[in-house]
């Protein structure tokens, strides 16, 4: 295989983040966390307590979103929301910029948004991962085009103190001629961009449609260090059933992967 199973394990949070998620299901996907050793699980606020009680010991960490899904919560409340997670032991936050002020070009209140919720988690020892929610800037904004649009606002961010930046809460659900609600998530063509557009101090989180083994590869590929996936299980298991069967039949002329151009 191209890259170890810890390798490709310790890029995924696992996402438990459905608005029906019951306290059972948190449980249960707690441990399918740890027993598949992966990075994190990504939850909501409520849940950071039961969480770090659940994954006590395990490697895995517990990270939280914050101002989720949209992003419009005061700058005040993100801070709150991101104390509370840091003092209920979240060791990661995940934050949502505000999309409507960076679609009205109030930089720098974006900045200061982000830089806030930096600051405040920095103090407590957490990192912070920013999101875009790049399916609603697909056409630009505040007088730029899509990729000028993405480029600023990864600058803006990483001067505001980010870790990461992230494509995308997996929410983000467009409406379409048909009025039918989807959404892209992380794109082959926004990973290079954000990539490209940070140093390498900040480090880049894809999120949304990321559902197999070979998405998971492209993603490092492309040079994400983390990956939000729900599909967990799925991917993993595959990589080992890929691993024995490499064991068993070594692969004699290997190409290299084919990337893609579209969505995951």
């Known amino acids: 295989m191209k890259y170890t199973y810890s390798e490709l394990a310790k890029m995924i949070d696992h996402s438990l983040l459905q608005p029906t998620l019951s306290d059972q299901e948190l449980e249960d996907g707690c441990k399918l966390a740890a027993k598949?050793?992966?990075?994190?699980?990504?939850i909501k606020p409520y849940a950071v307590r039961q969480a770090v009680e659940i994954l006590r010991g395990t490697g895995v960490i517990v990270g939280c979103v914050i101002g989720?899904?949209?992003?419009?919560s005061t700058t005040e409340s993100k801070r709150y929301e991101t104390e509370i997670a840091c003092k209920d032991g979240a060791t990661e936050i995940d934050m949502v910029i505000n999309v409507g002020k960076a679609m009205s070009g109030d930089w720098d209140y974006v900045e200061r948004d982000v830089q806030t919720v930096c600051r405040e988690a920095h103090d407590r020892g957490a990192l912070v991962k920013v999101i875009f929610e790049n399916d609603y800037l697909t056409t630009g904004g505040a007088g730029l085009s899509s990729d000028e649009f993405k480029r600023k606002l990864c600058q803006i961010c990483e001067h505001a103190g980010a870790d990461w930046v992230k494509t995308s809460t997996g929410y983000g659900f467009i409406k379409g001629s048909d009025g039918k609600y989807s959404y892209q998530g992380a794109t082959e063509h926004d990973l290079r961009l954000m990539r490209a557009s940070c140093s390498p101090r900040v480090q880049i989180k894809a999120a949304g449609g990321v559902r197999d083994l070979d998405g998971l590869i492209l993603v490092r590929d492309l040079g994400a260090s983390r990956c939000g996936?729900?599909?967990?299980?799925?991917?993993?298991?595959?990589?080992r059933r890929r691993e024995i069967s490499e064991e068993s039949n070594p692969p004699e002329n290997a190409q290299p992967a084919?990337?893609?151009?579209?969505?995951y």
């Open 258 to 263: 084919q990337l893609g151009t579209g969505q």
């Open 36 to 42: 598949y050793q992966v990075a994190s699980v990504c």
């Open 68 to 72: 989720f899904p949209h992003g419009n």
């Open 229 to 239: 996936a729900s599909a967990t299980a799925a991917i993993l298991e595959d990589y």
